[in-house]
């Protein structure tokens, strides 16, 4: 009861996926850094998820990985799952999943989906992944998703989607290598919703663009601190603060999507 695209770009990994299913985002994908990525769904098998991680550690490859979970799996007719690692990826969908159930797979990708309303859904997700390399990788996982959703997606409807992508030492603040885990868990449109939140995510806790700042001198820094006076805040670190945008602040510049929402917050 899903549609999902499991992908590799450089050192990331990372999962997109949606689904009439409360909380898909809970369920289905697993990566991890420098190993590789997974989503198991259909008749979701969530110990596939830690299975599947730590094959793919120990040098096994996704074709390997699949084959091995499905063999010790008396279910496996009902599984779906989709394996990328270092250098191959795997798709696979079990004879007994509800039509219509398949998959697709590349060097870097894996998409399947099944009670989907058509073969279209899994061609048009791979179709815009091969076409969107310019992309964020991030951004490139749910242009994917959203094309899938765009031909029809699931045929029962939709309710949620989810992101998730490991990328080393790329972790909020710096912090570990997470970062992306976005979850929409129950709403009428979860992909464009995903899609606002990764947009969201991107300003809250992006990273600025050297070529685009701003000095923060002349006539600028005097709209800034007028700005900051009328929202009570005697300087810019203060408030970046309060506003979760510390992460944009670069020594004498300003980041444009910093400037943009100071101009926004102070204009009510």
């Given amino acids: 009861m899903t549609f999902s695209i499991v992908a590799r770009h450089g050192d990331a990994y990372g999962v997109a996926v949606a689904s009439k299913f409360l909380s898909v985002g809970a369920l289905v994908p697993a990566a991890e850094a420098g ?7 259909a008749w979701a098998n969530v110990a596939y998820r830690p299975q599947g991680i730590a094959m793919l550690r120990t040098g096994t ?19 779906q799952i989709g394996v990328v690692g270092p250098d191959s990826a795997a798709s696979r969908t079990g004879e007994q999943c509800l039509a219509w159930a398949g998959g697709v797979a590349g060097p870097d990708y894996a998409i399947q989906g099944n009670i989907l309303t058509g ?7 791979e179709a815009v992944w091969l076409a969107s390399a310019e992309l964020p990788f991030a951004d490139r996982l749910v242009a994917a998703l959203a094309a899938g959703d765009a031909a029809g997606g699931d045929s029962r409807g939709r309710q ?57 001198d002349g006539e600028l820094a005097t709209e800034v601190t007028a700005l900051l006076a009328g929202l009570g805040y005697a300087d810019l670190d203060t408030w970046a603060g309060v506003e979760n945008l510390e992460g944009r602040l670069v020594d004498a510049h300003i980041d444009p999507l910093v400037l943009d929402h100071l101009r926004t917050t102070a204009a009510g």
């Fill in 61 to 79: 490859s996704p074709d390997g990985t699949v084959a091995a979970l499905l063999a010790a799996d008396d279910g496996r007719a009902h599984r």
């Fill in 160 to 216: 949620s989607a989810a992101l998730y992508v490991v990328d080393p030492g790329r972790g909020v603040g710096g912090w570990g290598d997470t970062s992306h885990d976005l979850r929409v868990d129950d709403h009428p449109d979860p992909v464009a919703e995903l899609r606002r939140l990764l947009a969201l995510h991107e300003v809250l806790h992006g990273t600025p663009d050297p070529a685009t700042l701003l000095p923060l």
């Fill in 119 to 125: 073969p279209e859904v899994v061609r048009d997700m």
């Fill in 35 to 41: 190993t590789g990525a997974l989503a198991s769904q």
